[in-house]
């Protein structure tokens, strides 16, 4: 098992920049497809990037490619995602999940296994 704990969520202007991180503890996360996934007010948790066990793949949302980009340190067993040229529509709970499934990396919600509790992001116009 592992265990996930978000931060680095906050209030930010449209335009700026956050830096989310994902730390993890229990078994190795180099064992473990990596993913963010965020929920807005009133919608349902959304697929937003994914890496791959030793970071050399990635995947992302269209509504965020460009923007922002997940990367980990598993010596640091942590997960990170930079977000830039953040946009109010960007407003949301902020989740990373761990998969353990046998995919390269994983867009699928139902794939993860494990949650963290989230951390909210708040974009101003």
């Known amino acids: 098992q592992v265990q996930l704990v978000e931060s680095g969520g906050g209030l930010v202007q449209a335009g700026g920049s956050l830096r989310l991180s994902c730390a993890a503890s229990?078994?190795?996360?180099?064992?473990?497809?990596m993913g963010w996934f965020r929920q807005a007010p009133g919608k349902t948790r959304e697929f937003v990037a994914t890496?791959?066990?030793?970071?050399?793949?990635?995947t992302y949302a269209d509504s965020v490619k460009g923007r922002y980009t997940i990367s980990r340190d598993n010596s640091k067993k942590t997960v990170y995602l930079q977000m830039n040229n953040l946009k109010p529509e960007d407003t949301a709970v902020y989740y990373c999940?761990?998969?353990?499934?046998?995919?390269?990396?994983?867009?699928?919600?139902?794939?993860?296994?494990?949650w963290g509790q989230g951390t909210q992001v708040t974009v101003s116009s």
């Open positions: 890496i791959s066990t030793g970071g050399s793949f990635t």
């Open positions: 999940g761990a998969s353990s499934g046998l995919d390269i990396v994983d867009t699928r919600e139902s794939r993860y296994a494990y």
């Open positions: 229990g078994r190795a996360l180099s064992t473990y497809v």
